[in-house]
DNA sequence: ACCGTTCTAGAACAAATATTCTATAAGCAA
DNA sequence: TTGCTTATAGAATATTTGTTCTAGAACGGT
């Protein structure tokens, strides 16, 4: 074979970086050939299209982000998944970028190629079960409440309080794992067993 | 003059209606013109370009969303600044999509149209006057660990709360606010007067 | 040395895009 | 009416986009 100056990963890296600077938009395949010096055809000789490539470059983040998330979980630790965060985005903080200054659909809109398609699926699956299992072991119960409590303070939360960091592309400070540490306490602990309600603690007015 | 079949607010409905449903992106001026059946030259006879377009569009939106907030902090009630994302959330629920599911490089990457880079200048002073205001006077104090928890409990935490539901195109449902106000609860509680620390609560082992 | 596979190389192409331009029609004021 | 302003109307243009296509170079096995 003629000498591959360029493989698959060149190109995904070559993306992430393109996607972090100025945005998935920006990931053009002109823009990736010219930052590689590499000539279009060698691009499509490994990616079917340019969808591939973004869908398989989120798909592929997401997955890494999700591992020590998912670990966490079924070693029953809550508050180790809602940490897990502020960790992996430290440690990872282009990946972080990507993952969680843009939405699935920035990278591909409408319909996902074929082959991606069902990772996506299974990924969705996969953090539905996280939530579920949380929310029946830990809140006691999976129903509708529980679940969005189970998202916020392992998911949303988390995120929310690293994301003003990511715009700035700096290392999230230890505060942000204060907050997070914080929510999750106040948030679990009004829910733990299922006894006592979330909202109208005693003696705390409503409004 | 001939007659005006289409006007400013015209352009500004169907840009907002293509956002939210295809993404910014989705705003082009064909897409536009089309969806309105007005021809190319009464756009470009209203508005110097698509980015001036959509620079307009999300600036007036982040202006009506910041109006209650601001006026809750200066009315000194922080709770109310909190939830005041969900409530905007529900009687404004297109506006919602547009501001909170994209970030303002998604309308105008790149430079922003001179008009417009003042508007967003200021805007971006009015939050950061609203945080400073609330550390100062509610946690006793403006350092920056302060006017991070500032931003988490007024902003962060609650527009996170409501992502997931503007995903979705649905309002959502009471159980955000009490997601939002436990937090805010938890975490101002915990800095009230800058007495007690965030973590490390007496007898809570840290992590 | 030869062949076949693999990859580089980049020109060529079609579709989409923002913008400009010229022409025309509708109202208003004199 | 005659002019002036304003807005419609849409063809024309230049650029950028993703993708395809053809040609040839580099290597491995025989």
Known sequence: MG?????????LAAARDLAVEHGPSAVTVASLTERLEAP?????????SRDVLLG?????????YQEGFVAAIDAGDG??????????????????????LYSRHDFVQGEWPKALKQGVAEQARRVTRCFERFARDVLGGADAERLRLAQFVLADAPIAAVRPHLQRREPPPP?????????????????RGGR?????????ARR
Chains 1, 2 share one sequence.
């Open 196 to 204: 006592r309600r979330l909202s109208a603690r005693p003696g705390a």
């Open 40 to 48: 279009t055809g060698s691009f499509y000789h490994r990616f079917a």
């Open 56 to 64: 398989e470059l989120w798909l592929k983040t997401i997955l890494a």
């Open 175 to 191: 505060i942000v794992d204060d907050l997070i540490r914080a929510t999750y306490r106040a948030l679990v602990a009004a829910r």
């Open 79 to 100: 508050l180790a998944a809602a940490l897990h965060t502020p960790r992996w985005v430290r440690t990872n903080l282009d990946d972080a970028c990507l993952l969680l």
């Open 3 to 11: 000498r591959a100056l360029f493989d698959h990963a060149d190109f």
